[in-house]
């Protein structure tokens, strides 16, 4: 007949066994289910949405071809105020997945919590239990078995026992490591979070700005078309003012840009800013920069135009420090490049984002490749939404102030550049 020990040996470790099949069984199956229906449901609409703002981006593109009219510039705001509402519900929903997955992970986290406690009181109390029979002396537990066969089959069942032990606690570590990794994933997860936060509120400001603009526009020009041809032709005037100024100021720099600094043309060296590249203005159409295609001359485009609607996420294109930021519509409006900020990356490259809406950095700021910096605008001199990217020689670059012969008193602080220090942003992207 089997000893109490025996038994008790037995039932142990057939309750540990059933604990830890019982392992990643969720008590919170019901709530799990219920998170991933709402995640696969707010997919489905962030699905849509981006088709929606894709669908608005389309016609601003095609909006921005045609004749510039009064009445084509207020569509364009209209149908850029649409694709802001449209972007702020995205990021409402891309936040609300996120609280979701930290909701589903938190789940999780408990349970792993729980499996880690259950399996660690198991161990401690059938240690003990053993323990207390181990430490009976060899002669009181011989005495209690009814032949010597019936006393080695129970220390049998208790080596296998302490091997089962052996495995849980290995099995112990396991739950340990995966709690570490869920943690981290929602750490990560909050920080996404954050960040999407952020946009949003950078969005709302920019359907508070959109609608002004749309207002203002309409004050100016009393919904004239011929009032706004005239306010075109006045702008048009003080960008033709500031280039003249401008390219005057960088041929008596004199930089001495050393060609060999950069790195040799090649794509990949800098990343896209935008995310969806549509091209609008190309780098260049000067003779000199149609021969040598690496480098700028003056008398031509300074950079490459992305066609992008307002409020688009710009990114860094590698990573590197802030040396300024700027907005030339305080001193001057639509004469320059508005809202830029301005990069200094280790390659020896330097580059400028322009005509924003927002700036989301700082001089002296430290930012990653692909971190989104600012978002796309009309600020400056601009005819429509949508984001100049230039790329410098570094040693070429340097922020300047300079008065303004367009603009009476006015005061510019911007980059400026040796015309040898400006560089095909295709080469590298």
């Not at 935008?274 to 149609?290: K, S």
Request: aromatic share 6%; hydrophobic share 35%.
């Amino acid at each position: 007949m089997e000893s109490k020990l025996y038994l008790f040996s037995k039932y142990l470790l057939f309750s540990l066994i059933v604990l830890l099949a019982s392992i990643g069984l969720s008590v919170y199956a019901q709530e799990e289910e219920e998170i991933k229906e709402k995640i696969e449901q707010r997919s489905e609409n962030i699905e849509r949405l981006e088709r929606e703002i894709a669908e608005y981006q389309s016609e601003i593109n095609t909006l921005s071809k045609e004749k510039q009219t009064l009445e084509n510039t207020i569509q364009t705001l209209r149908i850029s105020e649409r694709k802001l509402n449209a972007d702020i519900e995205l990021v409402e929903s891309k936040i609300a997945v996120a609280e979701d997955a930290i909701e589903e992970l938190q789940g999780e986290i408990s349970k792993v919590k729980n499996n880690i406690k259950l399996n660690k009181d198991a161990i401690s109390k059938t240690l003990k239990s053993v323990q207390q029979e181990s430490d009976k002396s060899l002669v009181e537990a011989m005495l209690r078995h009814d032949n010597l066969s019936d006393y080695w089959g129970e220390m049998d069942s208790l080596f296998a026992f302490q091997k089962s032990v052996s495995a849980s606690i290995d099995e112990l570590a396991k739950l340990q490591n995966e709690l570490e990794d869920k943690r981290k994933e929602q750490e990560e997860l909050r920080e996404e979070q954050l960040a999407l936060r952020g946009e949003l509120e950078a969005k709302a400001g920019l359907v508070v700005e959109n609608k002004e603009e749309q207002s203002q526009l309409l004050a100016v020009t009393e919904n004239k078309e011929s009032e706004y041809q005239k306010m075109l032709r006045e702008r048009k005037a003080r960008k033709q003012a500031f280039e003249a100024e401008i390219q005057e100021l960088e041929s008596q720099l004199n930089l001495n840009v050393d060609p060999g600094s950069v790195p040799s043309a090649r794509p990949g060296v800098l990343g896209w800013p935008v995310d969806n590249v549509n091209i609008t203005q190309y780098f260049g159409n000067t003779a000199f920069a149609t021969s040598n295609p690496q480098v700028y001359s003056g008398g031509g485009h300074n950079g490459i135009d992305f066609g992008v609607g307002m409020g688009t996420g710009v990114k860094a294109a590698e990573s590197g420090v802030v040396v300024d930021t700027g907005n030339t519509d305080q001193t001057c409006r639509g004469a320059s490049y508005g809202r830029w900020i301005l990069l200094r990356h280790n390659n020896n490259l330097s580059t400028l984002y322009a005509h924003l809406s927002r700036i989301s950095v700082s001089k002296g700021e430290t930012v990653k490749k692909g971190e989104v910096i600012g978002y796309s605008g009309n600020s400056g001199y601009s005819t429509g939404p949508h984001l100049h990217f230039t790329v410098y020689a570094t040693s070429g670059v340097q922020v300047t102030t300079m008065p303004s012969r367009g603009c009476s008193g006015a005061v510019y602080r911007l980059p400026l550049s040796d015309p040898t220090g400006y560089l095909n942003p295709l080469s590298f992207l």
